[in-house]
């Protein structure tokens, strides 16, 4: 028997752009559905670095898409759309949001939805969608990621880095990373990372050279833009990909198009929340047959950090802005 469904809901919103001080609880009508599209009962949201960037007033969310926060949640599916397989009812999911996971419900594509198997928490099950989509993307389909390859990662003990880390080894990748001190350099190196570099100690370029024998890596993870660019292609090998993600570094970069050519670098990189709902049907089919069974076996696990209740959604944002966090950030929400 379907749930009875209450009218309103809660969640953490904010009325003008700025600090994480801005974010507080709000009363709002409980969404409608489009056809295809499922409603879930969020247990818990991921939070991440865009929600940050949008709260900030520099990430408006997409044509047709929630203005709350929140791009992954996991939860219970209590309604369905026009046209979704009546089986989805009460199934357990954590999925992919184009927003509004910071709320008691959330209406989602019911094909950007897993199925959380029997033994994830489902705080760790919200935690997985967002970087593991986005790392699959970025690493396998746009960096052509292959066995016996060396990938460089950058802020190694962030969401984003430590699922690069586990996939990565998964894969059958040398994985190098970059992080902020030496205590995150063991956090990595405990995850699975190959080689860990306090970027405050180090030159990173010289320590790549070093570690790969003058010869390179074959990719790079980038999450910083602005100077680093020009930095992280002279950690290339020849033919080698470079694959920008986020720009928390500047959006600016100025490199020698000549070093391009002749070593035949390629420079790519993607945002996933503006994509199609399409593009995501068909990159949660490839992670459901390439990635999810190492989940459902109980082979990768989220690294965890912390838990804050969605009323405490300004501190799990102050907690992100800190750089202090090690692995994913997540809201209880029930």
């Not at 190098?176 to 190959?194: N, R, S, W, Y």
Request: some cysteine; aromatic content about 6%.
């Amino acid at each position: 028997m379907a749930e009875l469904l209450p009218e309103t809901m809660q969640a953490a919103g904010f009325d003008a752009p700025g600090g994480p001080d801005v974010l507080r609880l709000e009363t709002l009508p409980l969404p409608s559905l489009a056809p295809g599209e499922v409603l879930i009962k969020v247990a818990f949201a991921g939070v991440n670095r865009p929600d940050v960037i949008q709260r900030m007033g520099f990430y408006p969310p997409p044509p047709g898409a929630s203005p709350l926060l929140g791009l992954e949640v996991s939860g219970t599916v209590v309604a369905l759309g026009e046209r979704v397989e009546p089986e989805m009812l009460g199934r357990q999911v954590c999925a992919l949001t184009p927003g509004g996971g910071y709320a008691e419900y959330c209406r989602v594509p019911a094909a950007h939805c897993l199925p959380v198997p029997a033994g994830l928490p489902l705080d760790q099950a919200a935690a997985l969608p967002e970087t593991l989509f986005t790392v699959w993307h970025n690493v396998f389909e746009r960096g052509y990621a292959r066995d016996g390859e060396t990938i460089l990662v950058h802020g190694g003990t962030s969401g984003i880095g430590s699922m690069a880390i586990m996939l990565g080894k998964a894969f059958g990748l040398t994985v190098i990373v970059t992080c902020g001190g030496a205590d995150k350099c063991t956090a990595a190196l405990a995850i699975g990372a190959d080689h860990a570099i306090d970027y405050k100690a180090a030159d990173f370029v010289e320590e790549v050279a070093r570690i790969t024998g003058g010869r390179g890596v074959e990719i790079v993870l980038d999450m910083v833009a602005g100077d680093y660019v020009a930095r992280n292609l002279k950690c290339l090998a020849e033919d080698g990909r470079h694959v920008t993600i986020a720009v928390q570094g500047g959006l600016q970069a100025t490199i020698n198009m000549a070093q391009v050519m002749s070593r035949r670098l390629h420079l790519t990189g993607s945002t996933l929340r503006p994509r199609s709902a399409e593009f995501k049907a068909l990159l949660t089919q490839e992670i459901t047959e390439l990635a999810w069974p190492m989940v459902e076996a109980g082979k990768l696990r989220p690294v965890m950090d912390q838990v804050f209740p969605l009323a405490q959604a300004a501190a799990a944002h102050a907690r992100m802005e800190a750089g202090e966090h090690i692995g994913k950030i997540v809201l209880r929400v029930a």
